[in-house]
């Protein structure tokens, strides 16, 4: 029917256009029917002069008032028309319809395909003239239309000016519509939605975009924008010219670090794909974070607001460590003054990933105490502050206690009272020149393809550290226990390394860190023991380098060996003699040069090498401020010295212990079997409770173990060493007599 109402037209003798009213969902059908007729269709955008200036509708009256002329096309469509009126408003609309109603085209036949003014049309029908055969409207003609009017100043290529409105309707464009035009829409009959931003534009084009403007600026948006018209409006595209495809976590620091619209794009990418994020910690911080510019801060400081114990908190803390691990210290810094406002809960913020975290740790732990979590905090503390059980004959219990000792009072910065009395009474017996002197081991080590290493002021306190270093390098182990000659200054120290033939180098980083002002550290300006923290940075640095020559091949043994050690209590306990020598005093007064005025009344003091040397904790008067520790006396910590041999590890050997259960009896104790999968070279022990007991061989991989203190039921987790070298952990489950592990003195019962 519709079309046939056409073809009644084409036939007839009406010399007026004929008014076709059609609604958007008959559109486009009809214009396929009207093409099969034959017609020419005649487009409103091509009489726009300009792109964004207005159809000249005079010049298309001219065109239809002419087309008579043209016998070959004089059956003619006009389509757009209907819709530029209706930008145009009611009063243009009524004008000139009224003139196209009126419009004689001769014998041509003109038909006007028209949308969205269906009320303007049934006002023409008021003059008689105007009947059906001139005008039809479709049953359900209803159009729906809105306009969004961008700002001209924003870029937006594909929907710039009037003309290019006008062809997007023409070809049966329906619902919203976009155009970006200087053109004067005040009286538009559409629905008009107004965009001032680019932020507004790309909500409009991307479905269910929902950041908030705040994310980023006008300028960023406008940016965004211009890329994603280039980009077919394909926010994924963008993203993948700018390379934020696949694992968007990678490359965090590198991606993130700076203000520029790649770090801000970077930002963005994170926000729309956030559920598609392994790190729990970034979709976190994401989601808290409506603002680019506070993105990188909220990632470094929103760890702060979590409890250590809520349930999330484990998981955030290794993911954020993650994400921060090539931060640079200046921000990791503002990290850690922000992390203060709560003492109790900051220890459990911070990481061992930067200088200043691991200086934060070692001041909170001096101050409030060593917490369980330390561990996974800072694990290279804990295996400093590990109890290292020696094993240097009878002098392995004084050595293991002491040291123990004097590391809690290292890491406190307190001394304490009966540790005091224990120096004085070392200071008169001198216990130390029961070992061996450090030439004396030398001499008895194979030196052929060995790299002496002299690692300056490199005491025995850090044993358990460096133990734990060569096992997680693969190493193997060797450890001797020597002492120094007085004054422990490197002056008399230092022979062994000029006789040295072989392969050889000093580090004097450790000695600068301890007391000159080249390492960094006054105890005038902060009196906590920070320093730590760099000293195990340092020793950390020899053993990688330890493992790397050995792993080339370059040597067959690296040897570690120390001229001295060095003292951090000595500093605590600010004990100043009476005596005032002309010299002064050197290494923070510990020793100085003898002098004729001297009583002997220095009951802590040894005279050796033409040297007074101070023994228990006490310096002369007149010597120079210590900076973090001191040497040159003769307490344990100074005197007691290192001589680590590293070589490449057998990693093939593993132990077992051959009992699930041992009966333990309240007399004599127990024992257990160790079953080693290869013959062994060296003597084998286990650690149990900071009490080293020997291993007794059975056969080449058997070995018995006494333990006579194990007298109670229970569990007992103990550690399996070859020679030096740590093997592995085992625990030996003990049981009663009964049968019963959680047994207690089983015959006492």
């Known amino acids: 029917m519709p079309i046939q109402v056409v073809k009644n037209y084409l036939t007839s003798d009406v010399k007026y256009p004929f008014f076709f009213v059609v609604g958007d969902g008959q559109y486009k059908g009809i214009k396929e029917k009207l093409l099969e007729l034959g017609l020419s269709f005649i487009k409103v955008s091509d009489f726009c002069r300009d792109d964004d200036k207005p159809p000249d509708i005079d010049s298309l009256f001219e065109h239809l008032k002419t087309a008579d002329t043209n016998a070959n096309d004089n059956k003619l469509v006009v389509i757009g028309i209907g819709e530029y009126l209706a930008l145009r408003g009611n009063n243009e609309a009524v004008r000139v319809l009224s003139q196209l109603k009126d419009l004689n085209i001769g014998n041509a036949k003109v038909v006007l395909l028209l949308r969205g003014i269906t009320a303007q049309i049934n006002d023409l029908k008021a003059d008689p003239r105007f009947d059906n055969r001139r005008f039809y409207k479709l049953d359900n003609a209803y159009s729906d239309f809105s306009l969004t009017l961008v700002d001209p100043s924003i870029e937006l290529s594909n929907s710039k000016g009037i003309k290019d409105l006008l062809i997007k309707l023409e070809n049966g464009m329906c619902g919203n519509v976009i155009v970006q035009t200087k053109a004067n829409l005040d009286e538009t009959l559409f629905t008009v939605h107004k965009i001032n931003n680019a932020y507004e534009c790309i909500k409009l084009t991307i479905p269910n975009f929902n950041l908030p403007f705040s994310c980023g600026c006008n300028e960023l948006w406008t940016e965004l924008l211009r890329e994603l018209t280039l980009n077919d409006g394909s926010l994924d595209a963008v993203f993948e010219k700018n390379g934020f495809v696949g694992s968007l976590e990678k490359d965090f620091y590198v991606r993130v670090a700076g203000l520029g619209y790649r770090n801000w794009l970077y930002f963005i990418a994170l926000k729309t794909k956030s559920e598609t994020l392994s790190n729990s910690y970034l979709r976190y911080v994401l989601d808290k974070t409506n603002c680019f510019e506070d993105f990188k801060t909220n990632v470094l400081n929103a760890i702060i607001e979590v409890p250590h114990n809520d349930k999330q908190f484990n998981r955030f803390y290794d993911d954020r460590k993650r994400l921060v691990e090539k931060f640079p210290e200046s921000d990791i810094a503002d990290f850690v003054v922000n992390n203060r406002k709560n003492t109790a809960e900051s220890i459990y913020k911070l990481t061992n990933g930067t200088k200043t975290e691991r200086e934060e740790i070692i001041a909170w732990v001096s101050q409030n105490g060593v917490i369980p979590q330390i561990d996974d905090i800072y694990p290279e503390l804990a295996a400093y502050l590990k109890k290292y059980t020696f094993n240097c004959g009878d002098l392995s219990d004084l050595l293991t206690e002491y040291f123990d000792a004097y590391k ?186 003898s002098f004729d005025s001297y009583n002997n009344d220095l009951q802590f003091a040894t005279e050796e090498n033409g040297y007074l040397v101070l023994a228990d904790y006490g310096r002369f008067k007149g010597s120079r401020a210590a900076n973090v520790e001191v040497h040159g006396g003769a307490s344990l910590e100074e005197v007691v010295v290192p001589i680590i041999e590293l070589t490449l590890k057998d990693s093939k050997i593993t132990v077992d212990l051959v009992e699930e259960f041992v009966t333990v009896d309240y007399k004599t104790g127990t024992e257990i079997t160790l079953f080693f999968n290869k013959p062994l070279k060296k003597e084998v022990s286990i650690v149990m409770s900071s009490i080293r007991y020997p291993a007794f061989s059975l056969d080449d991989n058997h070995y018995k173990v006494i333990l006579p203190d194990t007298k109670r039921a229970g569990n007992y987790p103990a550690d399996v060493y070859v020679g030096d070298d740590f093997i592995g952990k085992i625990l030996i489950k003990a049981q009663g007599k009964s049968g019963k592990i959680n047994e207690g003195f089983d015959n006492l019962l």
Do not use: M
């Not at 270093?469 to 490197?490: D, Q, V």
């Open 408 to 593: 809690k009072q290292k890491i406190s910065n307190k001394l304490e009272d009966d540790f005091i009395e224990k120096v004085e009474k070392l200071a008169k017996s001198r216990d130390y020149n029961r070992l061996s002197t450090r030439n004396e081991i030398i001499e008895g080590i194979d030196k052929s393809d060995t790299y002496l290493y002299w690692l300056d002021a490199f005491g025995v306190e850090y044993l358990a550290f460096i133990s734990e270093l060569a096992y997680k390098h693969g190493l193997s182990i060797s450890i001797n226990i020597a002492r120094a000659e007085l004054p422990t200054i490197t002056n008399f120290n230092q022979d062994f390394y000029e006789s040295w033939q072989g392969k050889k180098e000093k580090n004097d980083e450790l000695d600068n860190i301890k007391h000159n002002d080249t390492g960094g550290y006054n105890f005038e300006n902060n009196e906590l023991p920070i320093h730590l923290a760099k000293e195990l940075d340092i020793i950390s640095g020899v053993l990688d380098k330890a493992a790397t020559e050995l792993a080339l091949r370059h040597c067959e043994r690296f040897l570690i060996v120390s001229d001295h050690g060095a003292s951090r209590l000595a500093v605590l306990q600010r004990k100043e003699e009476k005596y005032e020598t002309g010299t002064k005093g050197e290494h923070s007064g510990r020793c100085c040069e």
